[in-house]
């Protein structure tokens, strides 16, 4: 019981802690990991001594499969497909020479400067050439980072897991020690043919038919008797965590068979993926943060006792490497030079790679433990230069020095006030509602709510009336319908997009997102 109560109490913590932490790291650019890593250190043997997570315990065990589980589903389900299809070069760029080469150059460097094993080298090799999302976030969603940029990082992060994943399974199958499917220093002929069926097949057809089913009977539900949005979000974590344990109880990789699903919702059903973006990304990311301070307990910290030079170097090199092969790869695919710049430079390690580096450790795999510590080096040298670079890039981009969404809300209150009669309504038809009257408080505040003959109501009387199309950047690409004379603004930044578009503030606005 007090494992448990303490247990709910650290999850309590992060996500309080994760919550009133955001608006500050919004403005900051500074990534949450570092936080997270602190209070676990602060929660840990060399702070108050609360708890101590080591290599063995259940819980790191379930947070990191669950983890990596539900990383791979959200880079699926963040996938756009009509982008994969219209970049195809540029993420064959991305996955193959400027992945996998990173990859092989860290490996090599690990088996001849630290004497690793190959199978050991290329484990470490694969997992610190993953680029971690979570570090990424705040640099995905700033308006200082360019377009094509963005999309190009976006689809390597989604992308790069699944295609460093098969190298780490199949290096464990040639390492002595314990792999369930192996059960032989280097396997039977039989067990490593089995094991690859259920990496390359029996996984990603598990998934794909749990994908395939929900979504089907979502839909069915959803067409007969309706199903609250709020609900469509934790259903589509079900989707992840059912797929994940079907394909590990029949033998296959659950890991594969979550990015699967995930890629089958992103493909047939966008509003389920809008749903998962709205509450079960938010959801993740703090499962993912709270493995953060379960490693930053003790574990991540391990591999700073054991640095001496050949480690520091490895480290260095182990950064270096993929802006150095990436940058002249993105040559020849119309990208300007900043871009190509920025694309090669914002590789961050980070939780992926070291949810990659634990997986020799639960299999049993003997000595398993220093790559993990290795992994771990490059890791918090990541987060410090990564985490340092991103706030100094936020900053340059103006992202920080431009007002927030109180001050803008602020200032046109302030310019409502004087204009008398001037207000601003903001009124919904959609799923999503807005505060409304924000420029006269003092009177009646208008109506969360409008149906389409009362707005039409407002328009014969001669009222200012602007249709405002909120729908996500995902259902808007994907429907070409439009209502009549509708203005486009962003919903990630709608205050800010509203400003610069010089909307009305006499008018109401009639926003729809659905």
């Not at 996938?79 to 540029?90: E, G, I, N, S, Y």
């Not at 694309?343 to 939780?351: D, M, N, Q």
């Not at 490059?378 to 100094?392: I, W």
């Not at 319908?481 to 009639?510: C, Y």
């Amino acid at each position: 019981m007090e494992s448990f109560v303490t247990s709910v109490a650290l999850i309590g913590v992060v996500i309080v802690v994760a919550s009133l932490l955001s608006g500050v790291i919004e403005r900051s650019g500074f990534p949450l990991t570092p936080v997270f890593l602190l209070l676990g250190a602060a929660i840990g043997p060399w702070g108050f001594g609360i708890t101590d997570v080591g290599f063995h315990s259940p819980a790191l065990h379930v947070l990191a499969m669950l983890g990596l589980a539900l990383l791979l589903f959200s880079d699926a389900v963040t996938l756009d497909t009509k982008q994969l299809r219209a970049r195809a070069r540029m993420v064959w760029r991305l996955l193959g020479p400027g992945t996998l080469v990173p990859a092989i150059i860290t490996a090599v460097t690990g088996w001849l400067l630290l004497g690793l094993s190959k199978p050991a080298a290329a484990i470490l090799g694969a997992a610190l050439a993953s680029t971690d999302p979570v570090l990424l976030r705040s640099v995905l969603r700033s308006k200082a980072l360019p377009e094509t940029a963005r999309i190009a990082l976006r689809l390597e992060t989604g992308m790069n897991d699944v295609t460093l994943l098969p190298i780490v399974i199949i290096s464990m199958l040639l390492l002595p020690g314990g792999h369930p499917d192996v059960g032989t220093a280097a396997g039977s002929g039989t067990g490593i043919g089995r094991s690859l069926l259920g990496l390359f097949v029996l996984g990603p057809a598990l998934g794909a038919l749990v994908g395939w089913v929900g979504i089907s009977l979502l839909a069915s539900v959803r067409e007969r008797t309706g199903v609250r949005r709020d609900y469509e979000s934790l259903y589509a974590l079900g989707l992840a965590f059912s797929s994940f344990a079907l394909a590990e109880a029949a033998g296959g990789s659950g890991f594969l068979a979550a990015f699967v699903a995930g890629m089958l919702v992103a493909a047939r059903d966008v509003e389920l993926c809008d749903c998962f973006l709205e509450y079960g990304e938010a959801t993740a990311e703090m499962l993912l943060l709270l493995t953060f301070v379960a490693l930053g307990t003790t574990l991540i910290w391990q591999g700073l006792f054991s640095l001496d030079w050949r480690v520091i170097l490895f480290a260095v090199i182990a950064l270096i490497a993929r802006p150095v092969v990436l940058y002249p790869m993105l040559k020849g695919l119309n990208l300007n030079t900043r871009d190509r710049r920025l694309i090669a430079a914002f590789g961050p390690r980070g939780l992926s790679s070291l949810l990659l580096a634990l997986l020799p450790v639960f299999a049993g795999i003997s000595n398993a433990e220093q790559i993990f510590t290795l992994a771990s080096v490059v890791v918090l040298l990541s987060v410090v230069v990564h985490g340092g670079g991103t706030a100094v890039f936020l900053r340059s981009g103006g992202l920080l020095s431009s007002p927030g969404p109180a001050g803008v809300l602020a200032s046109l209150n302030r310019a409502a006030a004087v204009a008398e009669p001037a207000k601003l309504n903001l009124v919904t038809t959609g799923a999503t509602s807005a505060p409304a009257n924000q420029g006269a408080a003092a009177e009646e505040p208008a109506p969360l709510r409008i149906t389409i003959d009362e707005m039409r109501a407002l328009q014969a009387k001669g009222e200012p009336v602007i249709i405002v199309d909120a729908r996500s950047n995902r259902t808007y690409d994907n429907d070409p319908l439009e209502a009549v004379g509708a203005v486009r603004i962003n919903p990630e930044d709608p205050v800010r997009d509203a400003t610069e578009k010089r909307l009305s503030q006499r008018a109401t606005l009639v926003v729809y997102c659905a």
